[in-house]
């Protein structure tokens, strides 16, 4: 688990945006998930929006889309 506070943003507004900007860059959940030390399920569950990044690493991963402001 990532707890790197300056993981880069995507700066997505939305989960469907931020799954649309990884592809038109032509990255992968996975891929990104790796990159940033996540987890590919919690990285897939945010895109999802089955996990809303309350808090835990689906907060970490919110806010490295830029779903999410770091706390």
């Given at each position: 688990?990532?707890?790197?506070?300056?993981?880069?943003?995507?700066?997505?507004?939305?989960?469907?945006?931020?799954?649309?900007?990884?592809?038109?860059?032509?990255?992968?959940?996975?891929?990104?998930?790796?990159?940033?030390?996540?987890?590919?399920?919690?990285?897939?569950?945010?895109?999802?929006?089955?996990?809303?990044?309350?808090?835990?690493?689906?907060?970490?991963?919110?806010?490295?889309?830029?779903l999410?402001?770091?706390?």
């Amino acid at each position: 688990m990532s707890t790197n506070a300056n993981v880069p943003t995507i700066r997505a507004k939305t989960p469907q945006e931020a799954k649309q900007l990884l592809q038109a860059k032509g990255v992968t959940l996975k891929q990104f998930a790796a990159k940033h030390d996540f987890d590919y399920r919690t990285v897939s569950e945010v895109v999802r929006g089955v996990n809303k990044g309350l808090y835990g690493e689906g907060h970490k991963v919110a806010v490295a889309f830029g779903l999410k402001k770091a706390a």
